[in-house]
């Protein structure tokens, strides 16, 4: 039998685009010597494309289970969505919060991390500490809190997406998943995030703060 709600149903279903992996700013290799070539390249096409994929099958299988009213299905699915869904937008974050350019944070930025903080020096030990911090996989962020005005250095587990989980809104993000550094800094992480601080891209991180406060 014809039924005109499927067929709109189907259509949108295939009219929507689905996630592609986006293009870097840089080239793999510019972050050298902080993050080697081949780290970048396997944690953009390998790892964040995953991500990507994995969420566009888990999205396609929640419009069946939607349209079915298949309740017990949509609800198997969430932890598929968050997880990938996370991954997608943390790294779509990370890769524009770093550049091999030298930037520094705009007089807005410096205000708010000194009135957050006390310093940018204070800033940077708490982030790190947070980020090291993690247990197993996840991110160290810098999120702004819209209620109090606020930059706070937070962790989130897994690919937990900072504003789905806290609230706040990511200005920085530092991907502590041993698939960001092991190649190159094996077991020391804290390595890592020190020198990671080389490669920030402040004027990306000033800028999501000013949208944030808008
Ligand atoms: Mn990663």
């Known amino acids: ?46 790892h964040h494309q995953a991500y990507i994929t994995n969420y566009n099958a888990a999205e ?28 997608h937008i943390n790294h779509s974050i990370f890769w524009n919060n770093l550049t091999p350019e030298s930037t520094k944070p705009s007089a807005e930025m410096n205000s708010a991390i000194e009135a957050s903080f006390g310093s940018f020096e204070k800033m940077v030990q708490l982030l790190s500490a947070v980020s090291v911090g993690v247990q197993g996989s996840g991110w160290g962020w810098l999120g702004y809190d819209k209620n109090e ?40 992480r804290a390595d890592y995030v020190k020198s990671i601080f080389d490669v920030i891209n402040w004027n990306d991180v000033s800028e999501r703060l000013r949208k944030a406060k808008e």
């Open 1 to 46: 039998m014809f039924s005109l709600t499927r067929v709109i149903a189907h259509n949108i279903r295939n009219a929507r685009t689905k996630f592609t992996l986006p293009e870097l700013a840089y080239n793999y290799k510019a972050l050298e010597p902080i993050i080697s070539g081949e780290i970048m390249e396997i944690h953009h096409t390998k």
């Open 60 to 87: 396609e299988k929640l419009k069946v289970a939607v349209e079915k009213g298949d309740a017990s299905a949509i609800i198997a699915l969430q932890g598929a969505l968050r997880f990938n869904g996370g991954g």
């Open 149 to 188: 005005g606020k930059i706070k250095a937070v962790a989130c587990a897994n690919q937990d997406p900072l504003q789905a989980t806290t609230g706040l809104i990511p200005l920085l993000g530092i991907d502590v998943w041993e698939h960001a550094y092991y190649l190159q800094y094996r077991n020391v």
